[in-house]
């Protein structure tokens, strides 16, 4: 086809894909777009993104490539459409209906109808109570609960004691933390649906929730609520029940309340480590606006060890190597204590058996599963892009 026929081309992308804000990989700026309909997802470069999100059906390849070049100071060529094209054909991402024709192709996308069932229906129910402001008010209520747990940690473990070894308090403990984590996922359920995203799966029983689509939301608060909603029911769950147990009479309901307040705290501060799979490290992901951030950090210590050898290594914006270099810290800090709680309990244990050789065999243990986890094979990243070049099929 010669340069003007293929210029004159009004190619629009399927209307049911959605795109990801801009988010950090390491050292690069990627967006996600997914086709919602197979349920597989890309990711691309920013400049990319600049073309797609131009291929509305409206614009002509000439229009578009005019926009490029006054953003980027580069004209593209007739291959670069041609290979461009031919992947999104490929990937069938554009619309086969003529520019202008009813209908659409699309599922119901996170502005479309409001959802049902009982989800949509809580949803509804308690939109009040989901809107940033006030989710952020009961966020600092529960981190002023657990603040005050904190300060009273020494009585409530005097009082709790009697209650571990009381086979009736254990099974009311346990019945109790089941309804705090079945209501945990409940909440990342609930705000998903509120804010636009999918809910694929929710087992209460199982405790199992699956959401689609919050990489893809417009706003990080709302991913961030996503996120943070299981902790936050969690509080709100230590509040009400411990507030219900100490109004209660009897020494039975004071051990009961001062052992489920310790289990409730322990059960919403666990879920608050920012270490993968925790909502904490979600939490901080979101914040940050960082793919893959544990790895990702891991990649950045690599770096800057091949840096010390003078090895070549991708350069990291300012910003993006702070956040990075604070998480590794992070992760060898936290790496560091488990270890040293293993080694130190393990040792213990064999001390009456080993004697002063007692830390030795943990230590060896520790050593090796590090190392072992260290030198597993990575799953290989895309080379860094230019466009045209192919999109890269993400799993996310």
């Given at each position: 086809m010669s340069g003007s026929g293929l210029l004159a081309k009004r190619p629009r992308l399927r209307e049911?894909?959605?795109?990801?804000?801009?988010?950090?990989?390491?050292?690069?700026?990627?967006?996600?777009?997914?086709?919602?309909?197979?349920?597989?997802a890309f990711e691309i470069a920013p400049k990319e993104q600049f073309l797609l999100r131009r291929l509305d059906g409206a614009r002509s390849l000439a229009d578009v490539g005019a926009e490029y070049a006054a953003e980027y100071g580069r004209r593209l060529g007739d291959?670069?459409?041609?290979?461009?094209?031919w992947l999104l054909h490929e990937r069938d991402l554009l619309s086969t209906q003529p520019t202008g024709a009813a209908g659409n192709d699309s599922?119901?996308?996170p502005d479309g109808p409001a959802p049902l069932g009982v989800l949509g229906w809580w949803a509804h129910r308690l939109r009040w109570l989901l809107r940033p402001a006030v989710f952020a008010l009961l966020a600092v209520l529960v981190a002023a609960l657990l603040a005050v747990v904190g300060l009273r940690l020494g009585p409530l473990w005097q009082a709790a004691r009697p209650a571990f070894t009381d086979p009736v308090a254990l099974l009311a403990l346990t019945l109790l933390a089941w309804f705090g984590?079945?209501?945990?996922?409940?909440?990342?359920?609930?705000?998903a649906v509120h804010v636009g995203a999918?809910?694929?799966?929710?087992?209460?029983i199982t405790l199992t929730c699956k959401i689609e689509d919050y990489l893809y939301l417009p706003r990080r608060s709302h991913q961030v609520m996503i996120a943070a909603a299981?902790?936050?029911?969690?509080?709100?769950?230590?509040?009400?029940?411990?507030?219900?147990?100490?109004?209660?009479?009897?020494?039975?309901?004071?051990?009961?309340?001062?052992?489920?307040?310790?289990?409730?705290?322990?059960?919403?501060?666990?879920?608050l480590v920012p270490l993968p799979p925790l909502d904490g490290y979600k939490i901080v992901s979101h914040l940050l606006g960082l793919?893959?951030?544990?790895?990702?950090?891991?990649?950045?210590?690599?770096?800057?060890?091949?840096r010390l050898v003078r090895r070549p290594g991708p350069r990291y914006p300012r910003r993006t190597a702070v956040h990075l270099g604070l998480f590794a810290a992070w992760w060898l800090l936290a790496v560091a204590a488990v270890a040293t709680v293993v080694i130190g309990v393990g040792g213990a244990l064999l001390r009456p058996v080993l004697g002063a050789?007692?830390?030795?065999?943990?230590?060896?243990?520790?050593?090796?599963?590090?190392?072992?986890?260290?030198?597993?094979?990575?799953?290989?990243?895309?080379?860094?892009?230019t466009p045209p070049q192919p999109l890269h099929q993400d799993n996310q």
């Open positions: 049911d894909l959605i795109f990801s804000r801009p988010l950090r990989r390491g050292p690069d700026t990627v967006y996600l777009i997914k086709d919602r309909l197979s349920g597989r291959e670069h459409w041609t290979r461009l094209l599922e119901p996308t984590a079945a209501l945990h996922e409940f909440a990342h359920a609930l705000v999918t809910v694929n799966r929710i087992n209460l299981g902790a936050v029911a969690n509080g709100l769950v230590l509040l009400v029940v411990g507030a219900a147990l100490a109004a209660l009479p009897g020494a039975f309901a004071d051990r009961l309340f001062s052992a489920y307040v310790l289990v409730g705290a322990a059960q919403t501060l666990v879920n793919l893959n951030l544990a790895p990702e950090s891991r990649r950045y210590l690599t770096t800057l060890l091949r050789l007692s830390y030795v065999p943990p230590a060896a243990i520790v050593g090796l599963t590090i190392a072992g986890w260290l030198a597993r094979p990575r799953r290989d990243r895309p080379a860094d892009r």
